[in-house]
């Protein structure tokens, strides 16, 4: 499959996934670039090891900033708290070229992301958000509940 086949099959998955996919998505692309970021940090090549690490903190903070702080209550301030926490330590990994710091980071994906798999997808296909997607173009109804919620992702490495 060529890499604009690939990108395209990307593109439809993210926008006909529901938000808790959409979070599930997140999970995976943060821990597929710390294990590239791993496999960089050995090979000794610096540029893709930060590249891959900048992604990693990218999706982190994308993460963070989709906390709904005021229906999410304690649990959405926890994993802010988390989050910015998982982003130091991806900022010290790449500073001090050491594999520890992403191994930590990996893991505590990892149990993130199990626990996300284990909710079941309970909204129906009219209760999902609008998601704001590349150069402003927006999915969704415009008088939806949710119209100004978005999500914004970016696939591209």
Request: with cysteine.
């Amino acid at each position: 499959m060529s890499l604009a086949a690939y990108q395209n099959s990307q593109d439809l998955d993210v926008l006909s996934a529901t938000p808790m996919q959409l979070v599930r998505m997140l999970y995976v692309g943060a821990i597929g670039a710390i294990q590239a970021a791993c496999g960089h940090l050995r090979n000794g090549d610096i540029r893709e090891r930060s590249r891959q690490i900048t992604k990693a903190c990218s999706i982190i903070e994308e993460l963070t900033l989709s906390l709904d702080k005021g229906r999410g209550g304690q649990v959405a301030l926890d994993l802010t708290e988390l989050y910015v926490y998982l982003h130091k330590r991806l900022i010290a990994a790449n500073i001090e070229q050491q594999m520890e710091p992403m191994i930590e980071v990996k893991r505590h994906l990892e149990t993130l992301l199990e626990a996300w798999q284990a909710i079941p997808d309970l909204i129906a296909p009219t209760e999902i958000p609008r998601v704001g997607y590349g150069g402003g173009h927006t999915f969704g109804e415009e008088d939806s509940e949710f119209s100004g919620e978005r999500i914004r992702l970016q696939l591209s490495a």
